[in-house]
Structure formats: structure tokens, C-alpha cells
């Protein structure tokens, strides 16, 4: 059964919602400019509410290692998931200074974009549109890359079953696909997530 991520969190009705509905992951934009964003003190307060059983992950585009790191150490997350142009240079400085998990996200065009998550030094790979706009990339593109991985980008309630059955990820990212007017919506996540959990 794939594991569930809730991204983009904000405000405290959203942890009220994924404690509800209890997901195995929740994510928080803590690199700037981007409009999830919410600061460290943000991020330690949403995170002291959070149900113990849900693993906060830290997103983060091209954020020094040392700080991204330290949003660990502070115990603020339990895992680093990586959308910038971080290499394996980078992951292997950020591993020195933490021993959290790290997800690197890759936006897929082409079989060569699958080649270089196959790839990659981080613990986990993400497979993504890349934009941050919901939409789902070429998912035909999706073969057996020899690593388990995770999908991102224009899944929904709706169809995100067929994803989980047909490409069989590890993980399944959502963030857009469970708002409405660009703000999480409780509704939206509980039935992503039965749907997700047939």
C-alpha cells in the first residue's frame, strides 16, 4: 500500500485536518519565495500539534545544507525532501550534518530525467511535474527505474487509486489537489486519502 503525503501545509485548521484523516507524511514549504512558504517558528509550532503518528517532512529549493539540516536537529522534521537543483555533492554534505532521510525530487520530461533519479545518492526519489502547479507530468514516461519511488503532481481523490494501481509508487505526493481556492480543505483530504486507502 502506498504511503500518503500531505504537502504545503499552513495554518493550524490544516494539522487539524491530517490529524483527522491521519496520513503517513505531512510537508512544509520552509524555502522562501514560494507560497506555501511559512517560517521555522511557523513550522515548530504547527509541528508541536501534530499527531505523533504522522512524519513532517521539510521541503526545501537549493537552501544551504547546514540550514536545511538544522530544521532536523531542531527536531522540527523527521525527513528532507529536496525540489532544487541539489546534486549528489550536496546530498552527500547535507548526510554529514544529519542522518534524517532525504527525498530528492526530480521533474520528469524524458526517459533521461528517470535515468538520473534511478540515479541519485538520496534515500528516496520523487517523480514530479516540477512546477508546483498541480499538474501531473507524462506519467507513460514511468517505467521500472530499479528503486522504489514516489509521484507528485496532478493527483486528486479521483485518481490517484489508478496511480497507486497502475504505477505502483511507494508514495503518493498531493499538495493543489487537495484545495480549493489555494487553501486545504478538510473534505479534499479526507477523500484523497480513502481513496488512497481503498
Known amino acids: 500500500m502506498a504511503k500518503i503525503k500531505i504537502c504545503g501545509l499552513?495554518?493550524?485548521?490544516?494539522?487539524?485536518?491530517?490529524?483527522?484523516?491521519l496520513p503517513d507524511?505531512?510537508?512544509?514549504?520552509?524555502?522562501r519565495p514560494f507560497?506555501?512558504?511559512?517560517?521555522k517558528d511557523a513550522a515548530r509550532h504547527l509541528?508541536?500539534?501534530?499527531d505523533k503518528r504522522i512524519k513532517p517532512v521539510?521541503?526545501?529549493?537549493?537552501?544551504?545544507?547546514?540550514?536545511?539540516?538544522?530544521?532536523?536537529?531542531?527536531?522540527?522534521?523527521?525527513?528532507?525532501?529536496?525540489?532544487?537543483?541539489?546534486?549528489d555533492r550536496y546530498i552527500a554534505n547535507l548526510k554529514k550534518l544529519t542522518d534524517v532521510p532525504i527525498t530528492k525530487a526530480f521533474t520528469?520530461?524524458?526517459e533521461n530525467d528517470l535515468k538520473r533519479a534511478a540515479e541519485s545518492t538520496a534515500d528516496y526519489v520523487l517523480l514530479d511535474n516540477g512546477t508546483g502547479t498541480g499538474e501531473k507530468f507524462d506519467w507513460e514516461l514511468i517505467r521500472d527505474i530499479g528503486r522504489e519511488f514516489g509521484i507528485a503532481g496532478g493527483l486528486n481523490a479521483d485518481n490517484v487509486a489508478d496511480v497507486i494501481k497502475k504505477y505502483k509508487p511507494f508514495l503518493v505526493d498531493v499538495s493543489s489537489g487537495v484545495e480549493t481556492?489555494?487553501?486545504k480543505d478538510a473534505e479534499k483530504i479526507r477523500r484523497f486519502i480513502e481513496s488512497a486507502r481503498p
Not at 499552513?10 to 484523516?21: G, H, I, L, P
Not at 505531512?26 to 524555502?31: K, T
Open 10 to 21: 499552513m495554518r493550524t485548521a490544516d494539522v487539524e485536518a491530517v490529524n483527522q484523516y
Open 35 to 39: 507560497k506555501r512558504y511559512i517560517s
Open 181 to 183: 481556492d489555494g487553501v
Open 58 to 87: 521539510g521541503v526545501f529549493v537549493d537552501t544551504p545544507p547546514d540550514e536545511a539540516a538544522g530544521f532536523a536537529e531542531d527536531g522540527i522534521i523527521e525527513e528532507i525532501q529536496l525540489h532544487g537543483h541539489e546534486d
Open 47 to 50: 509541528r508541536d500539534m501534530l
Open 25 to 31: 507524511y505531512c510537508g512544509f514549504v520552509l524555502s
Open 108 to 110: 520528469i520530461r524524458n
